[in-house]
């Protein structure tokens, strides 16, 4: 009792308790990074990323859990029903967190069950064309969907309720323009569509091999649903400078989230290693690397501000796209 008044006196203080003497209620016990998809990708690199590190600075053994299936509800759901004591870490974005249970019944979660301890990674978002497109930029490709008689225009996602699904219906409804939705059950064959002509445009984000089939020329970028431009493609304008898209901002991240049971002292206790950790510069120059830019650090207040209305924008998108979970 009396080492947990110290520590709730020393947080109301503002003062952040020590990593090693917060870490002894859980000492021995293995930290359980969960990623909601199979080892390869965004996430499953961020989480091995962070494993060792967090080990080291919190003292306990860390292990990465790739837990894939039903478009990460399975991996969000194991750490949802994991022991609130901290141990479990979720490895999440807005799309399996936000998006799946809008568009999945088995989906037994909603976003507000979670809470966020730090965002790793952020990529912009930006609007690709097959590489023969009348059209090179976002204002051009209005002009060529609004064009009385033009063909329908196609753009591909990875299925209804993602978020290349969502701001491909964001974009019509904003510029008064109709395309066709094509869903995929994964981004390679939408790449594969896009590269080989089967389908005009897609939503993806600035990172992974985008930037170097943007720079070999076999696809191109139409605009970037950024609030300023991309250091590495500069000359891209930004879709938020076209009429009626003022506020297309979007950005896909990649954090940690915990179980919104586990206790604010061990949530403050992952949030202080988590920062510590994104101090270390391979880290910054892996993310770097790989295209998404680090994130800036924030309070837990923040990120949960920030969070949840990410949650409410993406609701009131799958709203007005009449969204039902099937």
């Keep these: 009792m009396r080492r947990r008044s110290l520590i709730g006196a020393s947080l109301a203080a503002g003062l952040v308790p020590s990593l090693s003497a917060m870490a002894q209620g859980l000492a021995g016990k293995t930290l359980n990074l969960i990623v909601p998809y199979p080892a390869g990708g965004g996430s499953d690199i961020n989480a091995r990323l962070a494993a060792p590190e967090l080990s080291r600075l919190l003292g306990q053994p860390a292990i990465v859990d790739n837990v894939p299936g039903a478009s990460g509800s399975l991996g969000v759901m194991r750490a949802a029903n994991a022991p609130a004591d901290g141990s479990a870490l979720l490895l999440g974005s807005p799309m399996e967190l936000m998006l799946t249970p809008l568009t999945l019944n088995s989906a037994r979660y909603k976003a507000e069950d979670f809470r966020p301890i730090g965002v790793m990674s952020v990529t912009s978002m930006v609007l690709l064309a097959r590489k023969d497109l009348g059209a090179g930029s976002v204002d051009e490709l209005i002009a060529l969907l609004r064009r009385p008689g033009a063909k329908e225009l196609s753009y591909g996602s990875i299925g209804p309720g993602s978020l290349y699904h969502l701001l491909g219906e964001r974009f019509t409804q904003q510029t008064g323009t109709k395309m066709l939705h094509v869903p995929y059950k994964g981004m390679a064959p939408v790449v594969n569509d896009l590269l080989g002509g089967q389908i005009d445009l897609v939503f993806m984000p600035l990172a992974g091999n985008v930037p170097d089939l943007l720079e070999a ?73 790989g295209g998404s830019k680090v994130a800036p650090e924030q309070s837990l207040a923040e990120l949960r501000r920030g969070y949840l209305a990410d949650v409410e924008r993406y609701r009131a998108i799958a709203r007005s796209v009449n969204l039902r979970p099937e």
């Design 217 to 289: 020329g076999k696809v191109k970028a139409l605009g970037i649903a950024a609030s300023a431009p991309h250091e590495r493609f500069a000359a891209v304008p930004l879709m938020r400078n076209s009429k009626g898209l003022e506020d297309f901002v979007y950005s896909l991240w990649s954090g940690v989230q915990v179980s919104q049971r586990v206790p604010e002292e061990a949530q403050q206790r992952l949030h202080t290693a988590f920062n510590e950790m994104m101090q270390k510069p391979e880290i910054r120059r892996s993310i770097e690397l």
